[in-house]
C-alpha cells in the first residue's frame, strides 16, 4: 500500500488555516494554567497544508465501497439505494436542532412525525402499537423478549426457554441469551423451512417464545406458517418476527396476518437509512394489542389535537433508549414511506423478490442453488461446483472485489455448507444485475482455466488478501510513530 499516512506527510510548521495573530501573548495565557495542566512537549499532531488534509481524506474516503459507489449484494443486510431527499428532510434545522428537553408543547411537530410513523409501522407489521426507542434491530430484538417475559410474569408464568431454528440470524439466539434465556434449536426442513417434527417435540409450556424470520435467511417463505403459530400459540408461547429485512413482504403480506405477537423492523435496512458504518440505526418495535401495555416508556400520546408523552405505564418494562430512540432515523423513514406511499412499498417488495429471482435464475446452471424454490428477497448459492478446482466461496468473494463489486453474504446462513448469499434490493437496475452475472460467470471461467489467479485475489486492490485471523485476535489500531 502506497497511501502515506498523514503523520508521514506531514512537515513540521505547515499550516492548513491562516489565522491572525494572537492578541493575547502565549505567555500570559500560560500564567492563567496552573502549571500540572501545561504541557512539557507539544503534542505529535500533524501538520499539513489544506490541500494536502483534502486529498488525504478524499483519497481514504474512496477506498471504501459503498451502496453509492458500486452494487452490494450483502444477503441479509439490505444495502439498497438510499435517496438523499431523506438526509436533506433529517437536516431541516425543525428537526436537526431539536434538543430533547424542549418539552412537548414546542415539539409538536417531532412528536406528530414519531406518532404517524408509529401508525404506519403497526400497518406494515399488522400489530396494534410500536415504540420507536430501540436502536438497532438486535436492540429491538430485546426489547421484544422482554415484553414477552414481561407478559408470562403478569399471568404468574415463569418460562425459561426461546426456541430459535438452525437457519436464524446469530442476533437472536444472542438476544435469548442476554434475555436471560435458554436457547433451544430446532431444525430446517429439505424445503428450508422450520421442521414441524422437531418444532412440536421443542415446544411446551416453559417455551416464552420462537423466534422466526419469514422468510428466513435462507430468503425462503415458510407455508408453514400458520400451523408454526398454532403449534406455538396452543402451548401459551408468543411468536417472535425478525423484521430486520422486510423488503419482501412489505405492502403483501404482515407478520401480525401470520400469527405473530411481536415484530421489530430495521429502519436501516428496509427503510432506507444508510448503514454498515457503525450507525445510528433504528430498531421499532411492534406487538399485538394484549402487549401494548408492556411497550418501554414513555409512549407518544394524542389527546385533543395534541401529542404528550406518557409516562404513566405501570406495566411497562421501561426505558430502552434515553429519550425518544434515534430520531434522525425516523425523520429518514418517515420520509421515505411518505414520498412512496403504500403502493410504492409494495412495489419495492415486488421489485426486490423480481430481481433476486432474475439473479438466481441466471447463476443457477453455474453455481449450485441450496434451495431450489422461487425466493424472495435474497438467495443462497455455493460453490459446490467449483470445489474441485480447490477453490472455496472466500476466493470468489475476493475475486470479485478485483472487478469492483462488494462480495455477497457468505459462510451465512451456516447450515449451508460455503454459503453465499445474494440480495440484490429493488434500487439496481437491469443493466447492473446483468454486469454483476456476466462477472459471476466469468470468474466461474477463470476457476476452470487459471483457479489460481481466484485463489491468490484480490489483485486491484489497495490490500492484498489479509490473515483475517490475525487481523481479529491482533489488531493493530493505533499508529505508532518512528523515533
Ligand atoms: C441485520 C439483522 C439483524 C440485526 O440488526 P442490527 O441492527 O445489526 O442489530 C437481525 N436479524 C436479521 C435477519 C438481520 O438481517
Known amino acids: 500500500m502506497d497511501r502515506k499516512l498523514i503523520f508521514e506527510i506531514s512537515r513540521p510548521g505547515r499550516r492548513g488555516a491562516t489565522l491572525p495573530a494572537a492578541d493575547v501573548p502565549v505567555c500570559e495565557v500560560e500564567k492563567l494554567i496552573p502549571p500540572e495542566y501545561l504541557r512539557e512537549e507539544a503534542p505529535n499532531l500533524p501538520e499539513v497544508s489544506e490541500i494536502d488534509a483534502v486529498r488525504h481524506f478524499t483519497g481514504l474516503s474512496a477506498l471504501n465501497h459503498g451502496v ?18 431523506n438526509e436533506d428532510m433529517a437536516r431541516l434545522p425543525g428537526f436537526a436542532s431539536i434538543h430533547p428537553y424542549q ?3 414546542l415539539t409538536q411537530g417531532a412528536l406528530e412525525l414519531m406518532w404517524l410513523t408509529e401508525q404506519y409501522l403497526a400497518e406494515i407489521a399488522g400489530m396494534a402499537g410500536v415504540t420507536l426507542q430501540p436502536a438497532a434491530g438486535a436492540h429491538g430484538e430485546l426489547t421484544g423478549l422482554l ?3 414481561a407478559y408470562h410474569k403478569s399471568r404468574g408464568e415463569n418460562r425459561t426457554r426461546v426456541i430459535v431454528p438452525d437457519s436464524a440470524h446469530g442476533t437472536n439466539p444472542a438476544t435469548a441469551a442476554v434475555g436471560g434465556f435458554e436457547i433451544v434449536q430446532v431444525k430446517s426442513d429439505e424445503r428450508g423451512g422450520v421442521d414441524l417434527e422437531s418444532l412440536r417435540s421443542a415446544m411446551d ?5 420462537l423466534m422466526l424470520t419469514n422468510p428466513n435467511t435462507l430468503g425462503l417463505f415458510d407455508e408453514n406458517i400458520v400451523e408454526i403459530a398454532d403449534i406455538v400459540h396452543k402451548k401459551g408461547g408468543l411468536l417472535y418476527y425478525d423484521g430486520a429485512n422486510a423488503n419482501a413482504i412489505m405492502g403483501i403480506a404482515r407478520p401480525g396476518d401470520m400469527g405473530f405477537d411481536v415484530v421489530h423492523f430495521n429502519l436501516h435496512k428496509t427503510f432506507s437509512t444508510p448503514h454498515g458504518g457503525g450507525g445510528p440505526g433504528s430498531g421499532p418495535v411492534g406487538v399485538k394489542d394484549f402487549l401494548t401495555r408492556f411497550l418501554p416508556k414513555p409512549v407518544i400520546g394524542q389527546k385533543n389535537g395534541m401529542y404528550f408523552l406518557d409516562h404513566d405505564r405501570p406495566d411497562s418494562i421501561g426505558k430502552m433508549h434515553s429519550f425518544y ?14 414520498a412512496l406511499g403504500g403502493e410504492g412499498l409494495r412495489a419495492v417488495s415486488e421489485h426486490a423478490v423480481l430481481n433476486a429471482n432474475y439473479l438466481m435464475a441466471r447463476l443457477r446452471e453455474t453455481f449450485n442453488l441450496a434451495f431450489d424454490r422461487v425466493c424472495k428477497h435474497e438467495f443462497v448459492l455455493n460453490s459446490k461446483n467449483q470445489k474441485s478446482f480447490g477453490i472455496h466461496t472466500l476466493d470468489i468473494a475476493k475475486r470479485l472485489l478485483d472487478y469492483g463489486y462488494h462480495p455477497p453474504t457468505i459462510y451465512f446462513p451456516l447450515i449451508v455448507e460455503e454459503a453465499m448469499m445474494i440480495e440484490p434490493t429493488e434500487t439496481e437496475s437491469k443493466e447492473v444485475l446483468d454486469g454483476f452475472v456476466e462477472t459471476m460467470l466469468k470468474i466461474a471461467e477463470e476457476i476452470e482455466k487459471d483457479a489460481e489467479r481466484v485463489k491468490t485475489a484480490p489483485h486491484n486492490t489497495v490490500v492484498g488478501r489479509l490473515d483475517e485471523t490475525l487481523a481479529a485476535r491482533q489488531p493493530v489500531l493505533k499508529f505508532k510513530p518512528s523515533e
Not at 453509492?68 to 431527499?85: A, E, H, R, W
Not at 430512540?325 to 411518505?338: C, E, H, L, M, S
Request: net charge positive.
Open 205 to 209: 409450556e416453559n417455551v416464552a417464545a
Open 147 to 149: 415484553i414477552i417475559r
Open 68 to 85: 453509492d459507489t458500486g452494487f452490494y449484494p450483502l444477503g441479509s443486510c439490505t444495502m439498497k439505494y438510499n435517496p438523499k431527499v
Open 103 to 105: 418539552p412537548a408543547e
Open 325 to 338: 430512540g434515534n430520531f434522525g432515523v425516523v425523520v429518514k423513514a418517515y420520509t421515505y414511506i411518505r
